[in-house]
């Protein structure tokens, strides 16, 4: 199993560091984008509201990022409508503004109702509007609650042509992710033989909370599996979170440092006694 710091860092290949407030700005982009500037090193992408996508691209322009950064947005957000001539348009719409991939959200409340035509019809629709843009299927998984509905949902959208399987957003629900519906998609990810990724968004804050879910991902897909093309973490402040892990160096490994920066100073102090003796 990894340690949390080698899991901090696989995560934060992984994320899509994620802005979707009511009351975001083009500053608070920009401010969002800087933070993928990291020492040790940046996001898979942002992911923002679209009408934020040309903010995105100039920040991470500017900070010599945005070949590293993508840029995702949302579509058919937060509700999952059912109007599938809607969210192909969205969809067209934000692949045109210059995002490299589109999160759209399941018709999942029509799903829960019986009705399967409705999501299947929809993710297909965007699935040609995304052109050859990644597009990420939110399925709710919080509100469909019953495995076999995820499971359903699931293989409702890989038939339909996604690339992505996401857990949920929280926006509009305040549900989140979970191992268990984690390990659902997964599993159909699995069964299905299709290249296709998962996300899992939604209460995903610590650096704990990443090295579960990759733990699982590992053990259901295997080790080789899991790059930014086929995992990736929709959060916001788990950044932070791991970052401070990555920042915080085990204690044997800083006295190691103190102690040889103990002995460096000594050495330098006997080699400037003894050249200023020399020089006397």
């Avoid at 696989?10 to 975001?24: H, R, V």
């Avoid at 979970?178 to 804050?205: H, N, P, Q």
């Avoid at 044997?252 to 003796?277: I, L």
Wanted: aromatic share 4%.
């Amino acid at each position: 199993m990894k340690t949390l710091q080698q899991a901090a860092s696989q995560a934060l290949a992984m994320m899509d560091l994620t802005s979707l407030n009511a009351d975001d700005d083009a500053a608070r982009i920009e401010a969002l984008c800087r933070r993928t500037a990291t020492e040790f090193g940046s996001p898979a992408a942002v992911c923002v509201y679209p009408a934020f996508i040309d903010a995105a691209d100039r920040q991470l322009r500017e900070l010599g990022l945005r070949d590293r950064v993508r840029i995702a947005t949302v579509t058919n957000f937060p509700d999952g409508s059912v109007n599938a001539e809607r969210a192909a348009r969205e969809t067209r719409a934000a692949v045109v503004a210059g995002a490299d991939e589109v999160d759209v959200v399941f018709p999942y409340k029509a799903l829960i109702n019986g009705d399967t035509a409705s999501g299947r019809a929809l993710v297909s629709a965007c699935r040609e509007a995304c052109g050859d843009q990644r597009l990420k299927v939110i399925l709710e998984t919080g509100e469909l609650e019953r495995p076999e509905l995820i499971r359903q949902a699931a293989e409702i959208a890989l038939d339909a042509g996604a690339d992505f399987l996401k857990t949920s957003t929280k926006t509009s629900t305040g549900k989140v992710a979970t191992l268990e519906a984690a390990e659902i998609l997964l599993i159909a990810i699995r069964d299905s033989g299709r290249d296709v990724g998962f996300k899992a968004a939604g209460g995903i804050r610590t650096s704990e909370d990443a090295q579960a879910y990759l733990a699982l991902a590992e053990r259901l897909m295997g080790a080789d599996w899991l790059t930014p093309a086929h995992f990736r973490f929709g959060a916001s402040g788990l950044l932070d979170a791991l970052l401070a892990t990555l920042s915080a160096r085990p204690r044997r490994q800083r006295t190691a440092a103190t102690e040889s920066s103990g002995k460096n100073e000594r050495r330098r102090r006997v080699v400037t006694t003894a050249h200023e003796e020399r020089r006397c």
